[in-house]
């Protein structure tokens, strides 16, 4: 049986990635700062919310200990939380950056650090960063955003480079623009503009993304890692 840790699950891509496992039978353990519950549950798998902060070591170790003792660590685990917090460099706030950077960038560095030890000992795993378009090409008032999400890059072609003898890959997703929360400011201008730049003239949905999350980790993939693979209509092109 193969189990998943997916963080940031109880809304947006986190959601839908969770959903999509969950349909194929899977065991989904979902985390976020929050207490949550999964609004559907009718599916082959089972679906665990989980409430764990990724900047919080402790409760990650905690996290560990009570997942390995019901079989549940993962050999699959997807960081994706992530919290954008925008401003024009000049008025960005030093908060700002921290947090951006302690989420997006450590947060990933915490999860990683305490669930890939199972995945080398087990000599199969499956990492999944969800990067962003932002962190290939920039992006106005994302100073914070994009150099987390552009670092997430290296960490993923560095630890691939470390744990590939030990059949594990670790990939990256740059979305680009997906209806979610984190995208809803946009009004109906900012929108249509945005489209007009896209090539598929069209903003991405969750299950974009999902799916290849779902191909990433699956065996067919097998040979892929180290990447950082683009999934924004063509809004930018490598
Ligand atoms: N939507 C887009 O257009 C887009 C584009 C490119 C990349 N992305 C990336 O895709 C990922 C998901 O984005 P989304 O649009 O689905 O965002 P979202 O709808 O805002 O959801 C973010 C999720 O992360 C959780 N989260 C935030 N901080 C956390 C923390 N410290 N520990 C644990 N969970 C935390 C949130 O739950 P709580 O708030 O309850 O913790 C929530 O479940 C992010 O990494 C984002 O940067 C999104």
New binding site residues.
Partial sequence: MKNILI??????????IAYHFADKGFNVVG????E?KFKKNNFKGTLIPIR?????RDSIKEAFNNLKERDLLPNILV??????ADQLFLRMKDEDWDNVI???LT?TFNITKMFVKQMVKSRYGKIIN?????GLMGNAGQVN?SSS?AALSGFTKSLAKEVGSRNITVNSI??????????EYLDDKARLDLESQIPLRR??N?KD?SELVFFLASDEAAYITGQTISVDGGLFMH
């Fill in positions: 963080t940031g699950a109880s809304r947006g891509i986190g959601e839908s985390t976020a700062r929050s949550f764990l902060d990724v900047t919080d960081n994706n939380a992530g919290i954008t302690d989420i997006n947060g969800i990067s962003s378009v932002s955003y999400k740059a979305p680009g623009f997906i209806d979610t929360d984190m995208t903003i991405g969750t993304i």
